[in-house]
Structure formats: structure tokens, C-alpha cells
């Protein structure tokens, strides 16, 4: 453990607000400096949640410069190239060549995946939060149609199982890019080499691992980003219970903004359905929800923090929730752990306390599942997960990641996800 000297609540807001601060790059806020110089899709998600209560504009334009890069199917882009450094991360745009591609948006160089789906509530979260109601208004009535566009993608370009689920189609896309749930379908595909030049942190992937992830993005490439390929050809399809838990949750609160958008909120009410009874039917198994690999047709035998996902919404069975919150509070996840929450169960053969999505507590899946829990009333958890986090930032700082035992920073340091969504727990330390 980092020794650093005690550090109070004003003090850890200055220090968060100085992050995001330095982060800041135009409109966009970037993740990290040096090692990820672009506009990351979830992570501005978070970024608007964390700026929510204390600066609509620049939460908005935060989502706003995020969707100008939304493709005409409706597709998030997962990294939005800033164009000065475009070369300055692998793999840059002219790995993904997306402006050879029709429905790209003109002129932004962007990632041809996406990313879980938190966009909605992001902007849901503003819209509460917003001290000008005016304003966050009229920011939902800019967003919505593109909100509306980008679950219409998800419902008919990503069902690919034909259950009502979205299929991510690339690790990346669940942004828990190294966690053990992909080890088989990744280890199903073929081994490959390249030479290429990328700057990772240690305790990610071997590179034979990454050279399969690379592989698999320029397959999906070389199809010309295609739907057809995707449902018939591509090797990797898996229903994630994060990516689709964080979906549902959306689509609860579209149903909320669509009125102030002068829409009906019945579809998005639909949609939640459609999701919920996915969920259940399809990856449902042994008290906790697991990812199915479409390919195999098998689901993930390792649990990580993503099986808690399905847990934000607040129609899931209260059965559910409770056998849900059991694993979470045993020594499988929170009960050994000294820090919530980590990312792959203890007891696992994966679990690596010090590698990346496969042992250490990240603050944005920690928020996540606390306000998961505040959704079903568990206000003991609610405050543990909020303490626990706060104690980690305080203690190691704004790094990307943490052991979950001794609590020390791991991954890039000053990133911005864990300074924003420390300023909303700081407004926020009981409930939400
Ligand atoms: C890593 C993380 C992912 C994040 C990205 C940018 O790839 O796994 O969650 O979005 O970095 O911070």
C-alpha cells in the first residue's frame, strides 16, 4: 500500500475536480493521460454522471461530443479519435478505417465497436441532478433521438441469439476488456502474430491473447462493419448480463425522458420486458446470471462482478435480487475481499488479484452495483460499497484499478472515471 497522508472529503473533491480538469481535452474529458488520449464511450458516460450535480453544460457536452460520433446504424462508437493525437493509441483509426465506411459520421475518425450502454441513464442522471431544469431539458431533447436510434441498433443489429438480448461482438465492447468470461470463445480462435506497438499496463492479456482481440476487430472490419456477417460469419457473439443489465436500466429511464421529448415511454417500457425475460430465460443459471457464448451456446462457468449487472433493474424478481445479494456479500466476491468489489470471484482458478478485470475493484463497476442495491432498498450495501470506494480513492488516489485485499492502485493513475464518480459519492454518502 501507497503511504499517503490522510485526505478529507474537500480535499478529495479538489483533488478529483483537478483530474478531470487535466483530463480535459475540447469538449471531451479523456480517460488518462498518455495511455488513453481519445474519448472513451462508457467512460464519458461516467464522466457526465460524476459532473452531473455540479455542471450540466459540460455533462452534456461530454455525451454530446460522444454521440457526434454515432454512426447512422445507431452505433456508439467505443473510442472517438481526437484528431491531434490520432496515432498516439493502438489500434488508431487507420486500423479501424471507419471513415471508409458509409454510415460513419463524417469527418470523426472512430472505433468501429461499442460499448455498454449507458448513455441514457448518464443522461437521466443529468436531468435529475440539473439545478436548470431548463437546460437539462432542452440537453435531453437534443439526446433522445439519438438515445432512440442507438437501442433500435442494439434490439435488431445485436440480438444476434434472437432472444430480445444484445450480443457484444468483441471483448472491448463490454469494457471489461480482460476479464476470464472471454477466455473460451477468445481461446476458440485461431492463434495469431502481428507487430504492432501498444502501450498496456502491466497485468493485461499475454500478447498472444491481445493478438487474438486485434484479429477479431479486423475481421469485423474487413466485413465492412457488416449486420449479415455478424449474425452468420463472425466468431465471437456473446450475451453479457452487465452490457444487458445496464441496457435494461436504460431503457427504464428513456421511458422517463421520452416525455419531456414529447414520445410515448411505451416502447422503452417494452423493451425493459423484452430484457428482463432475456435475462431470466437465457443466462439465469446456478443463483447468478452468467454470459452465454452464443458460438458454443455455452455460459461462462466463472462468475465476476458482470453477473451482478441485471441487478439495476428494479422489476428483477425478488428472488432473484436476494440470491444475487448473497454471492455478493460471501467470501466469494465481498466477504474475503478487504476493498469492494472485485472483478472475478476469489475462489476462481482465474482470479489474479493484480490483473486486469480478472481481480481488481474498479470504482465504475463498484457505482454501478451500489446503485443497483439502492434500486432494491439494501441501504446497508449501499453505504458499505459508497465507504469502501471512498477509502480506496483516499488511500491509493484516482487509479484505474485496486487490489481488492491491500487496496493498492493499479492501471493508469488520474483517471478520470474514479475522480467523477468519487465527486458523486462524496454528494452522495447514504443513499441515492
Ligand atoms: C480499458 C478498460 C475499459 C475502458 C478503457 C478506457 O480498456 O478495460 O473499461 O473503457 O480502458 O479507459
Given at each position: 500500500?501507497?503511504?499517503?497522508?490522510?485526505?478529507?472529503?474537500?480535499?478529495?473533491?479538489?483533488?478529483?475536480?483537478?483530474?478531470?480538469?487535466?483530463?480535459?481535452?475540447?469538449?471531451?474529458?479523456?480517460?488518462?493521460?498518455?495511455?488513453?488520449?481519445?474519448?472513451?464511450?462508457?467512460?464519458?458516460?461516467?464522466?457526465?454522471?460524476?459532473?452531473?450535480?455540479?455542471?450540466?453544460?459540460?455533462?452534456?457536452?461530454?455525451?454530446?461530443?460522444?454521440?457526434?460520433?454515432?454512426?447512422?446504424?445507431?452505433?456508439?462508437?467505443?473510442?472517438?479519435?481526437?484528431?491531434?493525437?490520432?496515432?498516439?493509441?493502438?489500434?488508431?483509426?487507420?486500423?479501424?478505417?471507419?471513415?471508409?465506411?458509409?454510415?460513419?459520421?463524417?469527418?470523426?475518425?472512430?472505433?468501429?465497436?461499442?460499448?455498454?450502454?449507458?448513455?441514457?441513464?448518464?443522461?437521466?442522471?443529468?436531468?435529475?441532478?440539473?439545478?436548470?431544469?431548463?437546460?437539462?431539458?432542452?440537453?435531453?431533447?437534443?439526446?433522445?433521438?439519438?438515445?432512440?436510434?442507438?437501442?433500435?441498433y442494439l434490439a435488431t443489429t445485436r440480438d444476434l441469439g434472437g432472444g430480445g438480448l444484445a450480443a457484444i461482438v468483441?471483448?472491448?465492447?463490454?469494457?471489461?476488456?480482460?476479464?476470464?468470461?472471454?477466455?473460451?470463445?477468445?481461446?476458440?480462435?485461431?492463434?495469431?502474430?502481428?507487430?504492432?506497438?501498444?502501450?498496456?499496463?502491466?497485468?493485461?492479456?499475454?500478447?498472444?491473447?491481445?493478438?487474438?482481440?486485434?484479429?477479431?476487430?479486423?475481421?469485423?472490419?474487413?466485413?465492412?462493419?457488416?449486420?449479415?456477417?455478424?449474425?452468420?460469419?463472425?466468431?465471437?457473439?456473446?450475451?453479457?448480463?452487465?452490457?444487458?443489465?445496464?441496457?435494461?436500466?436504460?431503457?427504464?429511464?428513456?421511458?422517463?425522458?421520452?416525455?419531456?421529448?414529447?414520445?410515448?415511454?411505451?416502447?422503452?417500457?417494452?423493451?425493459?420486458?423484452?430484457?428482463?425475460?432475456?435475462?431470466?430465460?437465457?443466462?439465469?443459471?446456478?443463483?447468478?446470471?452468467?454470459?452465454?457464448?452464443?458460438?458454443?451456446?455455452?455460459?461462462?462457468?466463472?462468475?465476476?462482478?458482470?453477473?451482478?449487472?441485471?441487478?439495476?433493474?428494479?422489476?428483477?424478481?425478488?428472488?432473484?435480487?436476494?440470491?444475487?445479494?448473497?454471492?455478493?456479500?460471501?467470501?466469494?466476491?465481498?466477504?474475503?475481499?478487504?476493498?469492494?468489489?472485485?472483478?472475478?470471484?476469489?475462489?476462481?482458478?482465474?482470479?489474479?488479484?493484480?490483473?486486469?478485470?480478472?481481480?481488481?475493484?474498479?470504482?465504475?463497476?463498484?457505482?454501478?452495483?451500489?446503485?443497483?442495491?439502492?434500486?432494491?432498498?439494501?441501504?446497508?450495501?449501499?453505504?458499505?460499497?459508497?465507504?469502501?470506494?471512498?477509502?480506496?480513492?483516499?488511500?491509493?488516489?484516482?487509479?484505474?484499478?485496486?487490489?481488492?485485499?491491500?487496496?493498492?492502485?493499479?492501471?493508469?493513475?488520474?483517471?478520470?472515471?474514479?475522480?467523477?464518480?468519487?465527486?458523486?459519492?462524496?454528494?452522495?454518502?447514504?443513499?441515492?
Amino acid at each position: 500500500m501507497e503511504a499517503r497522508p490522510a485526505v478529507d472529503d474537500a480535499a478529495l473533491g479538489r483533488g478529483a475536480w483537478s483530474v478531470l480538469d487535466a483530463n480535459r481535452a475540447g469538449a471531451a474529458t479523456v480517460p488518462a493521460p498518455g495511455l488513453y488520449p481519445h474519448q472513451w464511450n462508457w467512460d464519458s458516460t461516467f464522466v457526465a454522471i460524476g459532473l452531473a450535480r455540479w455542471n450540466t453544460r459540460r455533462a452534456g457536452a461530454e455525451l454530446l461530443g460522444l454521440l457526434a460520433g454515432q454512426w447512422r446504424t445507431g452505433m456508439v462508437p467505443h473510442i472517438v479519435f481526437r484528431p491531434a493525437r490520432t496515432e498516439a493509441y493502438f489500434p488508431g483509426p487507420s486500423v479501424w478505417r471507419s471513415r471508409e465506411n458509409p454510415a460513419s459520421p463524417n469527418g470523426t475518425p472512430t472505433s468501429g465497436l461499442t460499448q455498454p450502454p449507458l448513455h441514457a441513464l448518464a443522461a437521466w442522471w443529468v436531468w435529475r441532478h440539473a439545478a436548470d431544469r431548463e437546460e437539462a431539458a432542452a440537453l435531453v431533447r437534443r439526446l433522445y433521438p439519438m438515445l432512440v436510434a442507438q437501442h433500435a441498433y442494439l434490439a435488431t443489429t445485436r440480438d444476434l441469439g434472437g432472444g430480445g438480448l444484445a450480443a457484444i461482438v468483441h471483448p472491448w465492447e463490454s469494457g471489461m476488456d480482460d476479464s476470464p468470461v472471454w477466455d473460451a470463445p477468445v481461446g476458440a480462435l485461431p492463434a495469431v502474430r502481428y507487430a504492432y506497438r501498444r502501450e498496456e499496463p502491466p497485468g493485461c492479456h499475454s500478447d498472444s491473447h491481445q493478438d487474438r482481440y486485434v484479429w477479431l476487430a479486423l475481421r469485423y472490419r474487413d466485413s465492412g462493419y457488416d449486420a449479415a456477417y455478424l449474425r452468420e460469419d463472425h466468431p465471437f457473439a456473446v450475451e453479457d448480463p452487465m452490457f444487458n443489465g445496464i441496457w435494461l436500466a436504460s431503457c427504464q429511464v428513456l421511458a422517463e425522458l421520452a416525455p419531456l421529448a414529447g414520445a410515448d415511454p411505451g416502447p422503452h417500457l417494452e423493451a425493459a420486458e423484452r430484457i428482463r425475460a432475456g435475462l431470466l430465460e437465457r443466462l439465469w443459471s446456478d443463483g447468478v446470471f452468467r454470459a452465454r457464448d452464443l458460438r458454443s451456446g455455452r455460459l461462462s462457468p466463472v462468475s465476476t462482478v458482470g453477473c451482478f449487472g441485471p441487478m439495476l433493474d428494479p422489476g428483477l424478481p425478488a428472488d432473484r435480487v436476494e440470491k444475487l445479494v448473497g454471492v455478493l456479500e460471501s467470501p466469494r466476491f465481498m466477504g474475503a475481499a478487504g476493498y469492494p468489489v472485485p472483478s472475478c470471484e476469489i475462489r476462481a482458478p482465474q482470479f489474479d488479484r493484480s490483473r486486469y478485470w480478472r481481480g481488481p475493484s474498479w470504482v465504475n463497476t463498484n457505482w454501478l452495483l451500489r446503485l443497483a442495491l439502492a434500486v432494491h432498498g439494501r441501504t446497508d450495501l449501499v453505504r458499505l460499497l459508497g465507504a469502501g470506494t471512498l477509502r480506496l480513492v483516499r488511500q491509493a488516489g484516482f487509479r484505474e484499478c485496486f487490489d481488492p485485499f491491500d487496496g493498492s492502485g493499479r492501471g493508469s493513475g488520474d483517471f478520470s472515471c474514479s475522480a467523477a464518480l468519487t465527486l458523486d459519492l462524496l454528494a452522495d454518502n447514504v443513499g441515492i
